[in-house]
């Protein structure tokens, strides 16, 4: 059985009179240390998925298990990115990345706490940086932080829910090769799950890649393994056949939910044009154009 | 330089105008004191701020300094009740349903009303005046740190949740920072509460201070007293409306 295992997971979220289906009958089945991304339009329901996997959300039917274990609240192995960062605005870099190590491990002496904190600084850039507040750094550097402090906890799970969507594209281009570089340092394997809108993204971090149909009653769908060698760079992925392949087969997968057009997609030429393929409404339908 | 030189020369002016208009007032009403004769008959207090010559007949300063004392323990009972209630009105839906009412009924009422009930429980001025204070300057504690505490952004408990912090740990490390600057903003109100309350309570109980000075000195009908009095009064409330602003804009740009 792999190691994360969502089973049947349904969530509504109800307002008044007003009941939204956004989660409907989704399964997700995660190998331990598999790194795995789930690909779909913005607001079809990824960030709730994330949320459920986290913990944050319990859903209304279904199950997540982890280890053969099933899941009531936060699991203890996870750690999570958010899209936002989320750091804590009154400790600096280092506090913030301590207080996740305080929290994984109590029993560690102040000391060994620190310096685990600060190690995981390091390893991201951010050594110098450690004794500034997150309103002193960059969108690119807090993310760093952010990354830092999930891995600072040594989790066996990593939840990243668009980590790199707030980011220009060239620091999101540097991050995205740094969380690569992150994902095979590390000692044991991380088993990790990616939300992103990012077609480009997914392809240069990702082993697996599941669709997401668009919300509501939003689904997984079949997951599109990746088997290009690492590392993998962001030029390589442009002329890989393999890799166009893919981006042709999630684009057009996806595109056949797009409601707001009765269009076909025209069948696509390998990748080239399509490199940054966010996948908007708006681009899918630029694309049909 | 020129901003500068405004910002000092139109304050003063305004100050003057209202000196002026005060003494032009003081011709017609006839036991008004003019603003000369209520220097002439108070600089004593004045250029000895720090004499004690009897039990009320003490200097400025040291009047001001039995009222603030008193204001500082009776506003620091108010925020050490305001606080926690704050934190739990906030926190908790439950609690919130059940004392937001009686909160909202106790808030308005003067404290006027609250010194006499004190003076019956607690039989003495000293311990009924600071009742008084506490309970009538914690209002604004409780209602901003509710508010802080219900403001906190969900990102900021999703952290507390996905680290898995204790319970402690969240209370410390993330509700109290997150609503700090919430519970400053309400500290400063309560203590201009408090000391709009110091000269009332003072004033029914005759203890020695500035509100008990200006009332024995109205009854000695020495009028000029009562200015000096009342300009003191306000002096040492916009110095610690001041120092209180300065907190909180300290505690802000550190956020």
């Not at chain 1, 199950?63 to 804590?88: D, K």
């Not at chain 1, 060994?112 to 309103?135: D, F, H, I, M, W």
């Not at chain 2, 740990?169 to 000391?195: C, D, E, H, N």
Request: glycine share 6%; hydrophobic share 45%; net charge positive.
């Amino acid at each position: 059985m792999a190691y994360l295992e969502v089973r049947d997971v349904s969530k509504n979220f109800s307002s008044g009179r007003t009941n939204r289906e956004v989660l409907k009958s989704v399964n997700l089945s995660v190998e331990e240390g598999q790194f795995v991304s789930i690909v779909g339009f913005t607001g079809s329901g990824k960030t709730t998925l994330i949320n459920i996997l986290a913990g944050l959300h319990t859903p209304d039917s279904g199950t997540v298990e982890i280890g053969g274990q099933q899941v009531r609240g936060i699991p203890a192995q996870a750690a999570v990115v958010f899209q936002n960062y989320s750091l804590l605005p009154w400790f600096s870099a280092l506090e913030n990345v301590r207080l996740a190590v305080e929290a994984a491990f109590p029993s560690w002496n102040r000391e060994k706490q620190l310096s685990q904190a600060k190690r995981y600084l390091e390893t991201v850039g951010l050594g110098s940086a450690a004794n500034r507040r997150p309103s002193q750094l960059s969108g690119g550097m807090r993310q760093r932080v952010a990354i830092a402090r999930a891995f600072a906890s040594e989790p066996a799970l990593l939840f990243l829910d668009e980590p790199f969507s707030a980011l220009d594209a060239l620091t999101r281009a540097n991050l995205q090769q740094e969380l690569a570089r992150l994902c095979s340092e590390v000692e044991r394997p991380v088993t990790t799950v990616m939300i992103t809108n990012n077609l480009d993204e997914a392809l240069l971090l990702s082993d697996q890649i599941i669709p997401m149909t668009r919300g509501p009653r939003a689904t997984l769908s079949t997951p599109i393994n990746v088997s290009i060698p690492r590392p993998r760079t962001e030029s390589q992925l442009l002329h890989d056949d393999n890799a166009a392949h893919i981006r042709s087969t999630v684009v057009e997968f996806l595109a056949d939910f797009v409601h707001t057009t009765p269009l076909k997609p025209a069948p696509l030429v390998k990748g080239a044009h399509l490199s940054r393929t966010a996948l908007t409404d708006k681009t899918i339908l630029e694309e049909q154009a | 330089m020129r901003s500068r030189v405004v910002s000092i020369v139109l304050p003063v002016c305004g100050a003057l105008l209202v000196v002026g208009l005060w003494a032009a007032v003081s011709t017609q009403v006839h036991d008004l004191p003019s603003p000369l004769r209520t220097w002439t008959e108070s600089k004593v207090y004045i250029l000895q701020p720090l004499e004690k010559r009897g039990e009320m007949d003490q200097g400025i300063l040291l009047l001001a300094y039995y009222s603030l004392w008193r204001v500082a323990k009776g506003f620091l009972l108010g925020i050490l009740i305001g606080t926690p209630l704050g934190f739990m009105l906030g926190l908790s839906r439950t609690f919130h349903r059940m004392f937001d009412p009686i909160v909202q009924v106790l808030r308005p009422i003067s404290p006027l009303a609250w010194l006499p009930l004190g003076l019956i429980v607690f039989q003495k001025s000293e311990p009924a005046a600071l009742f008084t204070i506490a309970l009538c300057s914690m209002w604004p504690t409780v209602i901003n740190t509710m508010s802080g505490v219900r403001s906190i952004p969900q990102e900021y408990r999703n952290v507390a949740r996905v680290l898995r912090l204790s319970r402690f740990q969240t209370f410390s490390k993330v509700l109290v920072p997150a609503t700090l600057p919430y519970m400053f903003t309400g500290y400063r109100l309560s203590l201009g509460i408090a000391w709009l309350v110091i000269v009332a309570s003072e004033m029914l109980t005759g203890t020695p201070g500035i509100g008990g000075f200006l009332w024995q000195e109205y009854n000695s009908l020495i009028y000029a007293h009562i200015v000096l009095c009342i300009l003191t009064i306000g002096i040492v409330g916009f110095l610690l409306d001041r120092m209180m602003g300065f907190v909180e804009l300290k505690l802000q740009r550190s956020n």
